[in-house]
Each structure stands twice: as C-alpha cells, then as structure tokens.
Nanobody, 126 residues
Framework: QVQLAESGGGLVQAGGSLRLSCAASGLTFFNYVMGWFRQAPGKGREFVATINRSGSRADYANSVKGRFTISRDNAKNTVYLQMSSLQPEDTAVYYC???????????????????WGQGTQVTVSS
C-alpha cells in the first residue's frame, strides 16, 4: 500500500532552519504531484507548497514564499521542504501528500490529494 513517511521535524529557535523529508513507497513516485501542508493547534490544515512531477515547477503559500523551498528527488522517491527564517507562527504539524496526475498540475487544496503521511511536528520558539 502507499505510505508517506515524514521526518526532520523538531524544535528550533526563531530565525532558524529545518529540512523536512517525506519518503514515499508503494507508488510510482514520478506519477505523483506532491504537496506539503501544515496544521497548527486549533486550526485547519493549510497549504504550504506543491511541486509538479518533474520538479520543474513549485508553488507556495504567500506566508512561506521566499522562506521555504520544496524539492523532490525522483530517484529516491522523496520530497523535501527546506524551511528557513522560521517564525513562531510556523509552528504546526507538517504533512506531505500525494496525488496522481498525468497533467502534473499544481494542487493547492486538501481535498485534491489522495494520500497523506502521519505528519511531523515543527515547533519554533521565540
């Protein structure tokens, strides 16, 4: 079955950096558009970033644009989220998600994704 496993979360001070990884298995990774979402306590799950199948196009939420970078390594079946200049408002559980899309269109909403990981906690202290 399809599995997405996030790693790399942790506690970091404001202004610091973290790199999240999401290893995929049970699917043909190149066929999937990938995304990162996050959910803060008491809030809904929100879009962070998405990347197309080849890795040639990425889109970001305005709140993270210029600070976060999504990338993928199709040879390793892994998608990454490099986060820098972290702020306390970035504190959340971060989830990766996958959706099969021959058209390789970016996907921005929770309901568009078919598979989800269990999430990794990111906590930014002030």
């Amino acid at each position: 079955q399809v599995q997405l496993a996030e790693s790399g979360g942790g506690l970091v001070q404001a202004g610091g950096s973290l790199r999240l990884s999401c290893a995929a298995s049970g699917l043909t990774f190149f066929n999937y558009v990938m995304g990162w979402f996050r959910q803060a306590p008491g809030k809904g799950r929100e879009f962070v970033a998405t990347i197309n199948r080849s890795g040639s196009r990425a889109d970001y939420a305005n709140s993270v644009k210029g600070r976060f970078t999504i990338s993928r390594d199709n040879a390793k079946n892994t998608v990454y989220l490099q986060m820098s200049s972290l702020q306390p408002e970035d504190t959340a559980v971060y989830y990766c998600a996958a959706v099969a899309d021959p058209g390789s269109r970016p996907r921005y909403s929770v309901r568009e994704y078919d598979y989800w990981g269990q999430g990794t906690q990111v906590t930014v202290s002030s």
